[in-house]
Structure formats: structure tokens, C-alpha cells
């Protein structure tokens, strides 16, 4: 079963929030999605909110998924990623911006604009 999506234009940026249960596949397919969303509606800052996924990430597949992220996004984008647990991210973070993202992990909508500014 994957991630639920629901998609908006916030504020000149795109908005996608993620719901359900944390699988591997689940998240990884959302990366995917995210970045199609991007290109098919042009926009060059994206908030993806993940804090509504349910589960335990493991951090070897915090590893894998920062790795992946990199690849898919490259530089082709800026992405504020919402998670309620900022800190445990901060190990996502590091790995996928030393891969060439342009990534923040941060507490909530209004920070991501912020960022994205």
C-alpha cells in the first residue's frame, strides 16, 4: 500500500504532504512522485510534509533514502522537508546535501517557507 498525497500551490511553492505507513518502498516511491509533481508543474521549491507517516524509520534506511533522494532531485530543485522529529532527520539531511541536494529538514509549514525564500 503507498503514501497517500495531497498536493497544492502554496505561496509560489508546492506543497505535497504524506500519509500512511512507513515502508521503505513507500517513502522511495515518494520521492519519485515528488519530483514529477515538480517538473509537470514547474516549480523550483517544494515543501514536502512527512509528518504524518507512520513508523519507525531505521537509519540504515535513512542512509539508502538520503542517498536516493540526491539522485532523483539532484540540483533541479529546493525541498523543505517537514518532520515532528527534526533531529532524527538531521542525519538525512547531512547525507543527501553532501550528495548535492538542496535539502532542509525542518519543524513546520512556516519554517519550510522560510527556508525556501
Excluded: T
Aim: aromatic content about 10%.
Amino acid at each position: 500500500m503507498s503514501l497517500e498525497m495531497q498536493v497544492q500551490e502554496v505561496n509560489g511553492y508546492l506543497s505535497l504532504r504524506a500519509e500512511g505507513r512507513y515502508s521503505f518502498a513507500n517513502l522511495s516511491g515518494l520521492f519519485d512522485r515528488v519530483k514529477a509533481e515538480s517538473e509537470k508543474r514547474a516549480h523550483h521549491g517544494v515543501i514536502l510534509d512527512i509528518s504524518k507517516i507512520a513508523g519507525i524509520i531505521p537509519l540504515v534506511d535513512m542512509f539508502r533514502l538520503a542517498e536516493q533522494c540526491s539522485e532523483i532531485w539532484k540540483r533541479s530543485f529546493r525541498i523543505a522537508l517537514i518532520s515532528p522529529e527534526v533531529g532524527a532527520f538531521n542525519f538525512f539531511e547531512d547525507v543527501a546535501r553532501n550528495r548535492g541536494a538542496q535539502l532542509k529538514v525542518v519543524p513546520d509549514q512556516k519554517a519550510a517557507i522560510e527556508w525556501l525564500r
